[in-house]
């Protein structure tokens, strides 16, 4: 099928590092995404990773692949308030359509 | 610049009645998507327009969904005799293909409700 598969929900502390993982189905899939979608906003674009790379660095953002298990990780260091938000994961497809999984809530508690 | 923008923000139909929701891509994007999240899910694919290319439908839900882009622009999602089931936010996305990472800027959503 075509499901990719997040935890639905993840509750960290301010200052305390985040880790969501998603798991994907197509082992051919170019690119990899994070979105981040705050309360009443649409979808922004955090990070992405080439499926060539096994990490990737982004100030306070680490994407971290495994194409093996086909498994992806966004680590967010030094988690604020401000990054309470949902986090989805896509693969790109062929005909660069995305498939998205269903999101990961990240509650950050001060 | 401006980036995408869709309307109307919120939308509340009785159920059986047709609805309409149009998407502004950005300006040049030779890329458009839809997408539809129901509550608690992810987004789920609807609809790729390409350049002049027959379009992808291959998750439209069913024929009372359709869409025309119209000029190589606008978008327009058409949803006949709506049932609650179509209740959603629909998304709609374009991109610039030939851009590097081929990242799909997304509008803020249409969200409808469907009594």
């Known amino acids: 099928g075509e499901d990719v598969e997040q935890s639905l929900f993840l509750s960290v502390r301010e200052g305390d590092s985040s880790v969501i993982n998603c798991t994907y189905t197509?082992?051919?899939?170019?690119?990899l995404y994070w979105y981040k979608q705050e309360p009443g906003a649409g979808l922004q674009l955090l990070t992405y990773?080439?499926?060539?790379?096994d990490m990737k660095q982004d100030q306070r953002l680490t994407v971290l692949l495994n194409k093996k298990d086909k498994h992806l990780s966004l680590r967010i260091a030094d988690t604020q308030t401000g990054d309470s938000a949902i986090y989805f994961c896509?693969?790109?497809?062929?005909?660069?359509?995305?498939?998205f999984g269903a999101g990961t809530i990240l509650r950050v508690k001060s | 610049g401006a980036g995408v923008s869709q309307s109307p923000s919120n939308k509340v139909t009785e159920k059986g009645k047709d609805v309409e929701l149009r998407c502004d891509p950005i300006?040049?994007?030779?890329?458009l998507y839809w997408y539809r999240q129901s509550l608690g899910q992810g987004l789920e694919f609807l609809i790729y327009?390409?350049?002049?290319?027959?379009?992808?439908k291959s998750g439209l839900p069913s024929d009372r969904f359709s869409a025309e882009r119209t000029g190589g622009s606008v978008s327009t999602l058409t949803i006949q005799r709506t049932q609650q089931e179509d209740s959603a936010v629909y998304l709609c996305?374009?991109?610039?293909?030939?851009?590097?990472?081929?990242?799909?800027?997304f509008g803020p959503g249409t969200r409808l409700t469907v009594l």
């Open positions: 996305a374009s991109t610039d293909l030939g851009g590097v990472d081929n990242e799909q800027f």
């Open positions: 197509d082992s051919s899939s170019t690119y």
């Open positions: 990773i080439f499926s060539n790379m």
């Open positions: 896509a693969e790109r497809k062929y005909g660069n359509k995305l498939v």
């Open positions: 300006s040049g994007h030779t890329a």
């Open positions: 327009f390409q350049g002049n290319s027959a379009p992808d």
